[in-house]
């Protein structure tokens, strides 16, 4: 595998320092990475988006699901996990999840988090869809994310880890063999460091999490843009089942007009009991699914939007009134705040509810240790495809991954620095060309891609919807791409413009996904194409970008994910 030579407009970087390992995101799989690699005596530098506890692991409201309680079993989580991958999950991938996992919990514990608690001290645990048995840890009720983001902060602060807030990261750097060294970013604001500087290391963790601002409504933060699968892309790497985007089932609705971030209702609720409803009071869930309202959250998603269908409805409900007010207090503060600041009190009254962009179970393709098809890039969490989640993520199981495969990658960067004297030092990067290879999109573009994915590959896709996208996403690209080669003219570099590029990437190679699997599977739903092919789909499809900024998509021979590491691989013709 090569770099493509493509790299973001950027001015020079002004300055630069070192590192063995340099870890983008300050996620639970981030954190997780970065603690456990200086536990292993790695030199370490975390670089975020934001601040540390700003990323997207806080807003997770269900938990972290693992076989803890009595009688569960690693395997019954196993099968939970495959039955809700449709047919896509790497089986071995899922195994280490399932079976590590419980011990990741417990580290996770002792590295001081807090989760909720029975009478008698031990950990209580929830249900949620998709799950046969109560497996999933939570905190504060329904403020899992914000516990787990605050144990982990706390621990790389009293542990001094090097940390860069409010950076945003550019482009991977490599050396003369292609390996890589190091990243370019950019500092927003007042700090050690300011403007575009590099982090020299031979390893790179990718950490940046999810893509959903590609949608205009999502249950994602504004920071989640895409960055680390962007980058993957222009360093040559390749992408994997980027057409699974996970539509959450219950996000409260605040209108068709709504975009941005928008409030997530939990599946924990339902797992506690609350009912889906229409607006006569229907359980329309109830005989479409044997787990009816915890069915796994595409057939929930696909539920809800056909009733809406059926019914020319703009939302459904979520009824939770019988939980009454001491329930709603004790287990789902957080979204009994959210759902009152809009005007709604879930305590009386039904919750509006319908599915938006919430989970990408696809993204950078990466092996049972983290690594990806270029050397010494590493990925964790949502921004990376591990085959966990194949078709459709089960719930409360991004967690679970973002611990695993965190510590996994952790020991093999130790392992690899250990066998390898070359690790030793940090390897030089080649000089990035003076010409830009990408010219940047202006701002406001953002906006433009956000209602083409909307309209074009949304909940529901077809053969027409996904061309018309490809067709406009394409026409920003070439326009940009002219007035570069035209007149040398490029939107003026700036985090606004940064993030719009990246977005377009991700748009582009999300659609070309989509528009090639011509089945319904998992959370990819085709009007034009409304069955399961196992005989001609049970396969994944590849993506990577090629240096003359076009994209090579592909599907594997099999359900089985290839391997990543060039040596194992057939040469490329």
């Given amino acids: 595998m090569t770099s493509t030579g493509i790299r973001l407009h950027a001015p020079a970087p002004g300055w630069a320092i070192s590192a063995d390992v340099v870890v983008v995101g300050s996620g639970v799989a981030g954190l997780t990475a970065a603690l456990r690699c200086q536990a292993a005596g790695l030199t370490t530098v975390v670089v975020t988006k934001a601040r540390l506890d700003d990323g ?61 608690t029975d009478d008698a001290g031990d950990i ?63 500092v927003m604001g007042e700090g050690q460091h300011d403007g575009v500087g590099a982090v020299h290391a031979p390893a790179v963790v990718l950490a940046t999490g999810g893509m959903g601002q590609v949608y ?41 007009d709504a975009e941005g971030q928008q409030p997530l209702v939990s599946e924990a609720v339902r797992g506690e009991g609350a009912h889906l409803v229409d607006g006569d009071g229907v359980r329309f869930m109830v005989g479409r699914h044997e ?96 085959g966990v989640h194949g078709a459709n993520r089960l719930a409360s199981n991004s967690l679970l991954e973002g611990l695993v495969y965190a510590e996994r990658i952790a020991a093999d ?17 080649v000089p990035q060309p003076d010409r830009p290879a990408h010219p940047l999109l202006a701002a406001e573009s953002r906006f433009a891609i956000q209602r083409i994915m909307s309209e074009g590959a949304g909940v529901l896709r077809s053969e027409e919807s996904l061309a018309r996208a490809a067709d406009q996403l394409q026409r920003l690209h070439t326009e940009a791409r002219q007035a570069l080669e035209e007149n040398g003219k490029t939107a003026e ?52 970008l090629d240096p003359d900024r076009s994209l090579a998509v592909r599907t594997t021979d099999t359900a089985d994910f290839p391997p990543t590491r060039p040596t194992q691989r057939p040469q490329e013709q």
């Avoid at 960067?413 to 990067?429: F, K, N, Q, S, T």
Wanted: aromatic share 4%; glycine share 10%.
């Fill in 493 to 544: 570099p700036g985090v606004d413009t940064w993030e719009a590029t990246n977005l377009l990437y991700v748009a582009r190679a999300l659609v070309a996904a989509a528009r090639l699997r011509e089945e319904t599977r998992g959370c990819h739903w085709r009007e034009d194409h409304a069955d399961r092919d196992d005989t001609h789909w049970r396969r994944h499809i590849v993506v990577r």
């Fill in 124 to 186: 209580q645990l929830g249900r949620e869809g998709g799950h046969h048995r109560r497996r999933i840890v939570h905190a504060g009720g329904d403020a899992t994310g914000a516990e787990v983001s605050r144990a982990l902060v706390a621990a790389v602060r009293a542990r001094g880890l090097h940390t860069i807030e409010n950076a945003l990261v550019l482009d991977l750097l490599t050396d003369a063999d292609g390996r890589t060294a190091g990243v370019t970013l950019h």
């Fill in 413 to 429: 960067i130790a392992a690899e620095r250990a066998d390898d004297g070359l690790r030793a030092h940090v390897p030089a990067p």
């Fill in 56 to 116: 997207s692991t806080r807003w997770a409201q269900g938990g972290i699901a693992a076989a803890l309680g009595e009688g569960d079993t690693p395997e019954q989580h196993l099968e939970d996990t495959l039955v809700a991958g449709a047919g896509l999950c790497d089986e071995e991938a899922v195994r280490i999840l399932v079976t590590e996992g419980p011990d990741a919990v417990r580290r996770l514990i002792s590295t001081g988090a807090h989760f909720d």
């Fill in 216 to 256: 205009a409504a999502t249950t994602n933060p504004s920071v989640s843009t895409g960055d680390g699968v962007a980058l993957a892309l222009r360093a040559g790497a390749e992408l994997s089942d980027l057409e699974f985007v996970q539509f959450h089932p219950t996000v409260l609705f605040l209108g068709a």
């Fill in 291 to 386: 787990l009816a309202e915890l069915a796994p959250r595409d057939i929930v998603a696909k539920g809800i939007l056909r009733r809406m269908l059926e019914l020319d409805a703009e939302h459904m409900y979520l009824d939770a009134r019988h939980f009454g007010a001491e329930m709603w207090e004790r287990r789902f503060p957080t979204i009994l705040a959210a759902c009152r600041a809009n005007g709604i009190d879930p305590v009386t009254e039904p919750i509006p509810i319908a599915p938006a962009a919430h989970y990408a179970s696809g993204g950078v393709r990466t092996d049972a240790h983290g690594r990806t098809t270029v050397p010494g890039l590493y990925a964790c969490g949502e921004v990376a495809c591990t």
